[in-house]
């Protein structure tokens, strides 16, 4: 039953692993069908390792623009240096989480292998990467679109595997599909 129990958990968080929890919002009288170019929102935020505002890109930076400048261009805008019609930029941040496992339900108490036992909750310590990825109007100077994505991750930073799936899920999301932005996707 120990063995069983533990082959549970450890497929519950292999798969924990690889699930990104996107949401978006979104300015719904923007029509997402006019923007053509993008490029990176001039002041950009400092990275979790100090990139940009140090004079030099770290290596989160450095992941993050490539994975979101592909996802652009598979979105079919052009990356512009000046006058784009939108801005991107990001945020991330890593946070040292808790989860409660409970191996039979909420309460302790279960249908065990032979018969109603009670159940050992246990707590598991991981990281949560967190990624915000901003659409801003160049022209209105308003933000248009927001993403989020989290994931649990394996280190104190995203790696660049994660920055990929997680900026991928992310951008997913976008254009969002809402009234007549939702003919753009047809």
């Known amino acids: 039953m120990a063995a069983v129990g533990l082959s549970l958990l450890l497929g519950a968080s292999s798969c924990a692993s690889s699930h990104v929890g996107v949401s978006s919002d979104f300015d719904h009288s923007v029509n997402f069908r006019a923007y053509k170019t993008w490029g990176w929102y001039p002041q950009q935020m400092t990275d979790t390792e100090g990139g940009p505002a140090k004079g030099y890109e770290s290596f989160f930076d450095k992941r993050m623009r490539t994975a979101v400048e592909a996802e652009m261009g598979r979105k079919g805008l052009t990356q512009v240096d000046k006058n784009p019609d939108i801005y991107v930029a990001y945020s991330a941040k890593v946070e040292d989480k808790q989860r409660v496992n409970y191996p039979y339900s909420p309460y302790g108490f279960g249908y065990g292998y032979y018969g109603y036992g009670r159940g050992m909750n246990t707590v598991s310590q991981y990281k949560e990467g967190t990624v915000i990825i901003d659409i801003v109007d ?4 308003e933000l248009a679109w927001r993403g989020m994505g989290e994931a649990q991750i394996d280190n104190r930073t995203i790696s660049e595997p994660e ?8 951008l997913g999301n976008y254009p969002p599909t809402d009234g007549r932005n939702s003919q753009a996707n047809r």
């Open 163 to 170: 920055v990929y799936r997680i900026v991928g899920s992310v």
């Open 138 to 141: 160049a022209k209105r100077k």
